[in-house]
């Protein structure tokens, strides 16, 4: 069956299904769930049957493809992303008029609730780092190369960059490398071995915003720059369902780099009782960005060092 999309809230067939009689589609009828309508409204299903699984809170054919997905909540019961398909759908349940998206990419699901979400939500994208729309700060080139990443200037704001190297990643012999760069000649630069047997990219990204994070524990705002969206999604987001779940994936098995997560947890739940502002904004990596190429050159030397 062809999916139904949707329009001003109403579901259509493909032109192509045979056009049932009056009386057939009379005594076919049945009433959709009213949370359903609504949320057809701001959302496509493959079938009646998905869209009102999803009010229902259950998963639907379209999330068993196993692609990962970011369900961005802009109006509802608790904004925010998810990536557990159960979770956005306890967000909007029962929620009226909801707005939300399925995007394939967290950058364009933050897009999203920047233009679509209300105070809540704003509100939600500040604590998780992201600075909300209407923000009006100057804006500067981080590099003199044409293409250089714009950032805010933000004079009251302690701006550090992160990164993680690992040579021969993924292979026996692998050595990582933990790199922060808060500025040229800056004492606190952090270039050294990542610590522990596993000796992954993933590993070194997240010790190195763990090291910002112990440097800057008396700066009152601070935004971390890095280039991996891993890092920031389980800073800022998936932790959530990791921590409700025992730290357990939806399969049952153990969350990867848990420990590194948890510290990064702990360091900002810190600055959030103090009244600090922790901001997260991604870059990408091996560009023109000086302060991104700097914490590389940092974190490959200090995958080097023995």
Same mark, same amino acid.
């Given at each position: 069956?062809?999916?139904?999309?949707?329009?001003?809230?109403?579901?259509?067939?493909?032109?192509?299904?045979?056009?049932?009689?009056?009386?057939? %589609?009379?005594?076919?009828?049945?009433?959709?769930?009213?949370?359903?309508?609504?949320?057809?409204?701001?959302?496509?299903?493959?079938?009646?049957?998905?869209?009102?699984?999803?009010?229902? &809170?259950?998963?639907?054919?379209?999330?068993?493809?196993?692609?990962?997905?970011?369900?961005?909540?802009?109006?509802?019961?608790?904004?925010?992303?998810?990536?557990?398909?159960?979770?956005?759908?306890?967000?909007?349940? &029962?929620? %009226?008029?909801?707005?939300?998206?399925?995007?394939?990419?967290?950058?364009?699901?933050?897009?999203?609730?920047?233009?679509? &979400?209300?105070?809540?939500?704003?509100?939600?994208?500040? /604590?998780?780092?992201?600075?909300?729309?209407?923000?009006?700060?100057?804006?500067?080139?981080?590099?003199?190369?044409?293409?250089?990443?714009?950032?805010?200037?933000?004079?009251?704001?302690?701006?550090?960059?992160?990164?993680?190297?690992?040579?021969?990643?993924?292979?026996?012999?692998?050595?990582?490398?933990?790199?922060?760069?808060?500025?040229?000649?800056?004492?606190?630069?952090?270039?050294?071995?990542?610590?522990?047997?596993?000796?992954?990219?993933?590993?070194?990204?997240?010790?190195?915003?763990?090291?910002?994070?112990?440097?800057?524990?008396?700066?009152? %705002?601070?935004?971390?720059?890095?280039?991996?969206?891993?890092?920031?999604?389980?800073?800022?987001?998936?932790?959530?369902?990791?921590?409700?779940?025992?730290?357990?994936?939806?399969?049952?098995?153990?969350?990867?780099?848990?420990?590194?997560?948890?510290?990064?947890?702990? $360091?900002?739940?810190?600055?959030?009782?103090?009244?600090?502002?922790? $901001?997260?904004?991604?870059?990408?990596?091996?560009?023109?960005?000086?302060?991104?190429?700097?914490?590389? /050159?940092?974190?490959?030397?200090?995958?080097?060092?023995?």
């Amino acid at each position: 069956m062809p999916p139904i999309t949707t329009k001003k809230g109403q579901a259509s067939q493909s032109s192509a299904q045979p056009t049932p009689t009056t009386a057939t %589609k009379t005594s076919k009828k049945r009433k959709m769930d009213p949370n359903a309508q609504k949320i057809l409204r701001h959302k496509s299903f493959t079938s009646r049957e998905d869209a009102e699984a999803f009010v229902a &809170g259950k998963k639907t054919s379209a999330a068993a493809d196993g692609e990962e997905k970011f369900y961005a909540v802009a109006v509802g019961r608790e904004p925010g992303i998810y990536a557990d398909w159960d979770e956005a759908a306890l967000a909007i349940k &029962g929620w %009226k008029a909801p707005k939300y998206k399925k995007f394939m990419a967290r950058d364009d699901a933050v897009e999203f609730i920047r233009a679509y &979400g209300n105070e809540e939500a704003q509100a939600w994208l500040l /604590k998780e780092g992201v600075e909300p729309p209407n923000k009006k700060a100057k804006k500067t080139k981080t590099s003199n190369e044409p293409g250089g990443d714009i950032i805010e200037d933000e004079p009251d704001v302690l701006r550090i960059f992160t990164d993680g190297s690992s040579l021969a990643n993924g292979r026996a012999g692998a050595t990582a490398g933990v790199g922060v760069f808060f500025g040229e000649g800056d004492e606190r630069n952090v270039s050294e071995r990542l610590g522990g047997e596993i000796q992954t990219n993933q590993r070194a990204e997240l010790t190195a915003v763990v090291r910002a994070l112990e440097l800057s524990k008396r700066q009152p %705002k601070i935004r971390i720059f890095t280039d991996s969206k891993y890092t920031i999604d389980c800073s800022t987001n998936w932790y959530r369902s990791w921590e409700k779940n025992d730290w357990k994936k939806s399969n049952g098995d153990d969350v990867l780099n848990q420990d590194l997560v948890r510290q990064i947890r702990a $360091l900002i739940d810190k600055r959030d009782k103090a009244g600090y502002k922790t $901001l997260f904004q991604w870059v990408k990596g091996h560009n023109t960005n000086a302060g991104n190429i700097a914490a590389d /050159k940092l974190a490959v030397a200090g995958a080097r060092k023995r």
